[in-house]
């Protein structure tokens, strides 16, 4: 298949990163005789400094034309000045926002070679492999805000139409189907007004998809249940904030910031991927960036902006090896344990696909 992919290094460790999951790209799609076109952009503080603008028009221009976008990370302390006009993040709010893409997918799986370095018992750690789905253009973060006034009050509103839980209910269902056919929906239906509306119509969307098993938690609850059965949950769907927040708590589970990988999606095949983590600006340029989190985006992007699920497979079940083998970087390594720049790391997983 032929697949334009523009990528979009950004800042800190987002090029060091972004290289890497090129190159394995590059080499799954020779090996399954794939042409895949690398077109790159500016985002971020890198795109301020020579644009002015963290999103130029040009690098719009390039992902409209695209198949799918991958992303390293955006920010620096030298672009933090929080009165500037312009900041790295805004590139990153836009392009979400410019593709509508309102469905934000992060898995999340625990690996037994990296057991030590999460809070919880080894056992616990046993089987979980979990895919939060996350609404991500609605809800508290986007609802209505009252901050000035006369300084003593504050609000922030909620508000969920149906046709947004709708479209996100399905993603989650859609994707339950091509795992363990299993979907917990978060909510808080027992206080909130639209966390009713969001268990009616995510029980109403069920009726599409009675293969996959449904099971509603409190969001209380869950936060219990993500650290004392974590390996129970396949399919995780919670609104923008419940989602943000228990996305977040399940991420120890996978022993570092540095594994964890993303896709936001819109309602066509067209998607952003990035790693979960920032721009680490304390270890940029060192060659101790983690690239696991962007190669598993990469996956995710091969998943489902290309259908290729066996290619995705492939890389996932590499990077599964390179770590079973003994293969570290250094926020995965032991203290005083040997471990393997970015790019020693990279050619670890290449050698395993
Ligand atoms: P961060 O995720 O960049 O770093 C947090 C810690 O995790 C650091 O100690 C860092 O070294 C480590 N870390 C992160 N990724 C790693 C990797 N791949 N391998 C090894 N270690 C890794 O978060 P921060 O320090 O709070 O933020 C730094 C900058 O990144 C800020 O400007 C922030 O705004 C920006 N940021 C961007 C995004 C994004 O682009 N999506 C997300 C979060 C933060």
Redesign the pocket.
């Known amino acids: 298949m032929k697949a334009t992919i523009t990528v979009l290094p ?1 800042d ?2 987002g090029p060091e ?1 972004t290289t890497q999951a090129v190159s394995v790209l590059s080499r799954i799609g020779t090996l399954r005789h794939h042409d895949f076109i690398f077109r790159e952009a500016l985002i971020g503080g890198a795109a301020i400094d020579r644009t002015g603008s963290p999103l130029p028009d040009e690098t719009l221009s390039i992902c409209e034309q695209s198949d799918a976008l991958l992303l390293g ?4 302390p030298q672009w ?1 000045d929080p009165t500037a006009g312009v900041r ?2 805004q590139g ?1 709010l836009k392009i979400r926002k410019h593709f509508n893409l309102f469905a934000n997918l992060r898995p999340v799986k625990a690996y037994p070679a990296l057991a030590l370095h999460t809070p919880l018992r080894a056992d616990l750690l046993e089987n979980v492999d979990m895919l939060f789905v996350r609404e991500l253009t609605g809800g508290l973060y986007f609802g209505p805000r009252q901050e000035q006034g006369d300084g003593d009050t504050a609000y922030d509103t909620e508000v969920y139409t149906v046709a947004e839980v709708e479209r996100v209910a399905r993603v989650a269902f859609q994707a339950a189907r091509r795992r363990r056919q299993k979907v917990t929906s978060v909510d808080k239906a027992n206080v909130l007004a639209s966390m009713r509306l969001w268990r009616r119509t995510v029980v109403k969307v069920h009726e599409d998809y009675a293969d996959v098993a449904l099971e509603h938690v409190l969001v209380d609850a869950c936060t219990m249940y993500l650290m004392t059965r974590p390996a129970s949950f396949d399919v995780v769907l919670a609104s923008n904030m419940f989602g943000d927040i228990l996305s977040d708590e399940a991420s120890v589970l996978a022993g ?3 594994m964890l990988p993303s896709a936001s999606l819109g309602s066509s095949t067209f998607g952003l991927y ?2 979960v ?7 940029a340029g060192q060659g ?4 696991v ?1 962007t190669i598993l985006s990469a996956a995710m992007l091969l998943r489902y902006s290309l259908g290729l699920e066996a290619e995705a497979q492939a890389v996932e079940r590499a990077v599964e090896a390179a770590l079973a083998d003994g293969a570290r ?3 995965i390594c032991a203290r005083g344990e040997a471990y393997l720049s970015t790019a020693e790391f990279t050619q670890e997983i290449l050698n395993r696909l």
């Open positions: 950004g800190g460790i990163v990370a955006v920010g620096g933090s790295p993040e990153l570092s910031l540095g990035e790693p983590h920032g721009s680490a600006p304390d270890i101790k960036a983690n690239p989190g970087t250094a926020d």
